[in-house]
């Protein structure tokens, strides 16, 4: 069993990481185009692999066959693991939001809802819904 210290410890880089990605999130929003797709974005991750590694038409087809390959043991995993990581994340922003003022925790609040926004938004051009 993890000691007390080791405990925090590990609170501390979680906090760490749950900050670093709303920022992340932020940063990503006002970038005209998203460095790094979704896996589930099958074009958008070849695209950006493409990009980066200068593939050819045959190593596309071959890295879109992979994705397509893993999706649903990828999905899997996500939906086991997603309601977790919501509920240590809801956890996160309710201690955070205590160190905050007042003004400070209303702007959490904005930048957490635009966040979300963002992440509806970019879930429903992946799906395809509106």
Same mark, same amino acid.
């Given at each position: 069993?993890?000691?007390? *210290? ?10 760490? /990481? ?19 797709? #979704?896996f589930r974005d099958t074009a958008g991750m070849v695209? &950006? ?17 992979? &994705? ?10 996500w939906r086991s693991v997603h309601p977790r990581y ?25 930048? /957490?809802? #635009? ?8 879930? *429903? ?6």
């Amino acid at each position: 069993m993890p000691n007390r *210290s080791q405990l925090w410890a590990f609170a501390l880089l979680l906090a760490s /990481l749950v900050v670093g990605g709303a920022a992340g999130w932020a940063a990503r929003g006002s970038s005209v185009q998203r460095c790094t797709p #979704r896996f589930r974005d099958t074009a958008g991750m070849v695209g &950006f692999l493409t990009k980066e590694l200068d593939l050819s038409a045959t190593q596309q087809d071959s890295v879109r066959a992979i &994705f397509r390959r893993h999706r649903a043991q990828m999905e899997a995993i996500w939906r086991s693991v997603h309601p977790r990581y919501d509920s240590i994340r809801a956890v996160l922003e309710v201690e955070i939001n205590a160190q905050l003022t007042p003004d400070q925790q209303r702007r959490h609040r904005e930048l /957490l809802d #635009r966040i979300a926004r963002e992440r509806r938004a970019a879930d *429903s051009s992946l799906t395809g819904s509106n």
